[in-house]
């Protein structure tokens, strides 16, 4: 029944060709995260595209940052990347809402952005509450949220790409 109802779903709203080859990149490469750090696939790819707009966003192109990662400092772009860039974004704390600039995380490739996601949310004590419940892609995301992003409907906006685009099938 849900298959068929995504079906219809997709049937209304299909995905667009950029939709399509981004989800057939990212679901392995999601799927080899989850093997390396049991990290949800389906939070990874959601994440992803969330932080990516489908891999189009600037910081996505030309820094290979799949994930909104900021640099430690200006100049320590941590383990994994390479250097730190600065552009322009959006904080939510303190409220209201308000632009910013900020340092964020370059990498050398797609999958260093992938791996550097799995090793802060596997290791970082800012994620360890969700590390009890990764086999719950809804509770993992609502409890990676409430340190990751600024944003108070992060997680449901993660959520609902999970649900529009079938994302939990990298799970399985």
């Not at 079906?7 to 093997?35: C, K, N």
């Not at 939070?43 to 640099?71: D, H, I, M, P």
């Not at 308000?98 to 996601?117: E, G, I, K, L």
Request: charged share 20%; hydrophobic share 40%.
């Amino acid at each position: 029944m849900i298959h068929i109802g995504l079906a219809a779903l997709l049937a209304v709203s299909p995905l667009a060709d950029y939709q399509s080859a981004y989800l057939a990149a990212a679901g392995p490469i999601a799927r080899e995260i989850h093997a390396a750090y049991d990290i949800p696939a389906s939070v990874t790819v959601a994440q992803s595209v969330l932080e990516s707009n489908w891999g189009r966003s600037k910081l996505s192109t030309a820094e290979l940052n799949y994930f909104g990662f900021k640099c430690v400092t200006p100049t320590s772009p941590g383990p994994i990347a390479v250097r730190c860039a600065r552009y322009p974004t959006t904080e939510c704390i303190p409220s209201p809402c308000h632009p910013v600039d900020a340092f964020f995380r370059s990498y050398a490739s797609v999958f260093d952005s992938f791996r550097d996601y799995g090793r802060l949310l596997a290791t970082s004590s800012n994620y360890a509450a969700a590390l009890p419940v990764r086999n719950d892609p809804d509770a993992f995301i609502r409890a990676v949220a409430r340190k990751y992003a600024t944003d108070p409907e992060y997680a449901n906006k993660v959520i609902r790409l999970m649900d529009l685009y079938d994302l939990r099938r990298f799970d399985a």
